[in-house]
C-alpha cells in the first residue's frame, strides 16, 4: 500500500488515461472493421470482386473510416469533459449542495483541502439509504465528492471524514480523472456491441442480395466480435487497478490520521453499500459489492481485504461496531460510546 501522492502514481494514472483516450479510436475501428465483416457476409454490402476477398475488403472500408472514427471519438470526449458530471448525476440521482445547507459535511471536506493546499471540491448528496460515495470530475473546476444520504446519518464525525478523506485521495491520485473517462468510453462501446448484436439477430441473418454462400461464417465472426467489444468495455471499466482503493484507504489515514476510522466505516460500509447505478458508474463508488463470476469482473477489493491492510500497514484496530439501538441513541456523527480511543498508528 503505497504512500499517498506519489509521483509515479500519478503519471502511472496518467498513462491510463492517455491509453484510454488512445485506445477509443481503435477500438471503433475495430467495431467498423467486424462491422463490415457482417454486412459483406449478409448481403447488405456489395460483394468483393474476387472470391474471399471479405477480409481485403473490410479493411479498406475501415482505413476509409478511420478519420470518421477520430471525428466521433473528439466529440463523444468534448461531450463527456462537459457534460460528465450531469450525466453521472442523472445516472445516480445526485444533486450540489452549498456550505449553508451542508455545514458541518462542508466544514469536514474543506479542513482536508485546507490540509493539502487545494481547492474544495463541490459536494453533492444523493437520497439514497445505502451506505456509499465516489468522486468525480476530470479538473480542478470540475471536481466534486458525493455521498449519500444513509451514508451521513450512519457514520460518526470520524468516521465520516475518514470516507471524504478517501475520496479526496483518488482526486488528489487523478484517479478521478481516470475512471470518468473509462466510465464513460465504455459506455459507448457496449452500447455499439449491443447495436452490432441486435442488428445481426433481428436484421434476419442472410436475407441481403441473393442470400449469398459463404456469408454464415462472416456472421458468427461479427457475433463474436460483439461479444468481445462488450467484454472489452468490462475491462475498460477494471482499467483502473483494484489497488486504487488501498491507495485511497492508506490516503484517508494520512490526511485523518485516524486508521480506526476509515476501519470501522468500512465496517459499516459492508453489505450496504448498493446504490442503483449503472455498471459504468458503480466503479467509482468507494465500494461495490457486485462481484460478478466469482470475483473476476469486480472493480474492488473484498472490504475484508482493505481491513486487513489497514491493521498492517497503518497499525489500526478492529473493534466491535455498537449495537444499532446504541448508534441511534448516540445519533448521527456521534462517537459510539464503547469505542476505546483510537490508537496512535505508524502515520500519527
Not at 263 to 282: M, N, T, W, Y
Amino acid at each position: 500500500m503505497g504512500a499517498v501522492g506519489l509521483y509515479t502514481h500519478i503519471q502511472a494514472n496518467n498513462v491510463r488515461s492517455a491509453l484510454l483516450l488512445a485506445g477509443f479510436p481503435v477500438l471503433l475501428l475495430v467495431i467498423v472493421y467486424f462491422l463490415t465483416l457482417a454486412g459483406i457476409g449478409a448481403g447488405y454490402l456489395p460483394p468483393p470482386q474476387e472470391p474471399g476477398g471479405e477480409l481485403a475488403e473490410a479493411a479498406g472500408f475501415m482505413l476509409a473510416a478511420a478519420p470518421l472514427a477520430l471525428i466521433v471519438s473528439g466529440v463523444w470526449f468534448v461531450i463527456a469533459y462537459f457534460a460528465n458530471q450531469t450525466i453521472i448525476d442523472l445516472a445516480t440521482g445526485a444533486h450540489q449542495v452549498t456550505r449553508q445547507e451542508e455545514p458541518e459535511l462542508y466544514n469536514l471536506l474543506e479542513n482536508l483541502c485546507i490540509s493539502r493546499g487545494i481547492k474544495t471540491p463541490t459536494l453533492r448528496i444523493i437520497e439514497s439509504e445505502g451506505l456509499n460515495a465516489f468522486a468525480t470530475g476530470l479538473n480542478e473546476k470540475q471536481y466534486s465528492i458525493t455521498v449519500t444520504r444513509g451514508l451521513m446519518q450512519t457514520m460518526t464525525k470520524d468516521e465520516l471524514e475518514a470516507v471524504l478523506g478517501h475520496e479526496l485521495t483518488h482526486v488528489l491520485n487523478r484517479d478521478v480523472r481516470t475512471m470518468v473517462i473509462a466510465s464513460v468510453f465504455a459506455g459507448i462501446i457496449t452500447l455499439i456491441a449491443q447495436i452490432l448484436y441486435r442488428a445481426i439477430m433481428w436484421g434476419g441473418v442472410g436475407r441481403g442480395r441473393g442470400d449469398r454462400k459463404g456469408g454464415g461464417p462472416w456472421i458468427f465472426v461479427a457475433l463474436i466480435a460483439a461479444a468481445i467489444g462488450y467484454v472489452l468495455a468490462i475491462v475498460i471499466r477494471m482499467a483502473l487497478s483494484r489497488s486504487r482503493e488501498f491507495v485511497a484507504d492508506a490516503g484517508s489515514v494520512e490526511l485523518t490520521k485516524n486508521p480506526d476510522a476509515m476501519i470501522s466505516a468500512l465496517q459499516k460500509i459492508s453489505g450496504h453499500a448498493h446504490l442503483d447505478a449503472p455498471e459504468s458508474v458503480r466503479a467509482m463508488f468507494l465500494e461495490d459489492d457486485s462481484a460478478g463470476v466469482m470475483g473476476l469482473f469486480a472493480t474492488h477489493p473484498p472490504i475484508a481485504k482493505r481491513i486487513e491492510a489497514l491493521v498492517k500497514f497503518a497499525g489500526g484496530r478492529v473493534s466491535e461496531l455498537p449495537e444499532p439501538a446504541a448508534a441511534a441513541v448516540e445519533g448521527p456523527w456521534g462517537d459510539p460510546p464503547a469505542s476505546p480511543p483510537p490508537a496512535a498508528g505508524p502515520w500519527g
